[in-house]
T-cell receptor
Framework: GIQVEQSPPDLILQEGANSTLRCNFSDSVNNLQWFHQNPWGQLINLFYIPSGTKQNGRLSATTVATERYSLLYISSSQTTDSGVYFCAGNSGGYQKVTFGTGTKLQVIP | GAVVSQHPSWVICKSGTSVKIECRSLDFQATTMFWYRQFPKQSLMLMATSNEGSKATYEQGVEKDKFLINHASLTLSTLTVTSAHPEDSSFYIC????????FGPGTRLTVT
């Protein structure tokens, strides 16, 4: 199966700072998604982004499928952005999804 | 967006007992659902694919006799952890696809 690596594994930001999270995958990936896992464990869908760029408020994401990576940008970070961010995707014609290793973000006031 | 629910959200059980977790797609039908397990500070690992009307497909290393999956209808899949042991304590989460994956809120299982 595909391997999905995320970087950095851990990130501490001062409130108001910007950051970029990266997701690299070992093979072509379909249906790439970004999630935020809150402290209670729930996965919040951030972006469904198989290719191109999308923006939603302070968050934006870019996927370059031909180069097998995706980026998540967080601008003007807030303490509520803290948590773990995962990218995930599937390969070939399979629906089952492989998750990345995750980035744990802590935003401090 | 589509909504997936899970029940219960947390459960504590004694070693040797069985626990059933339900996953429901509330506003769409799902012929396929997925079950994941997440240990503390780790990523989500796919356990099995639940198929409506047929047997589940288990990932390598997952005991099918221990983790029984039943996809009884187009909106309901259940995961039963049989003869639970403390090492089965984990966060279990299901998903259902509609081009993108929609996840339930998860079930935290603690086996004492």
């Amino acid at each position: 199966g595909i391997q999905v690596e995320q970087s950095p594994p851990d990130l501490i930001l001062q409130e108001g700072a910007n950051s970029t999270l990266r997701c690299n995958f070992s093979d072509s990936v379909n249906n790439l998604q970004w999630f935020h896992q809150n402290p209670w464990g729930q996965l919040i869908n951030l972006f469904y982004i198989p290719s191109g760029t999308k923006q939603n408020g302070r968050l934006s994401a870019t996927t370059v499928a031909t180069e097998r990576y995706s980026l998540l940008y967080i601008s003007s970070s807030q303490t509520t952005d803290s948590g773990v961010y995962f990218c995930a995707g599937n390969s070939g014609g399979y629906q089952k999804v492989t998750f990345g290793t995750g980035t744990k973000l802590q935003v401090i006031p | 967006g589509a909504v997936v629910s899970q029940h219960p959200s947390w459960v504590i059980c004694k070693s040797g007992t069985s626990v059933k977790i339900e996953c429901r797609s509330l506003d769409f039908q799902a012929t396929t659902m997925f079950w994941y397990r997440q240990f503390p500070k780790q990523s989500l690992m796919l356990m099995a694919t639940s198929n409506e009307g047929s047997k589940a497909t288990y990932e390598q290393g997952v005991e099918k006799d221990k983790f029984l999956i039943n996809h009884a209808s187009l909106t309901l899949s259940t995961l039963t952890v049989t003869s639970a042991h403390p090492e089965d304590s984990s966060f279990y989460i299901c998903s259902a696809p509609q081009s993108e994956q929609y996840f339930g809120p998860g079930t935290r299982l603690t086996v004492t």
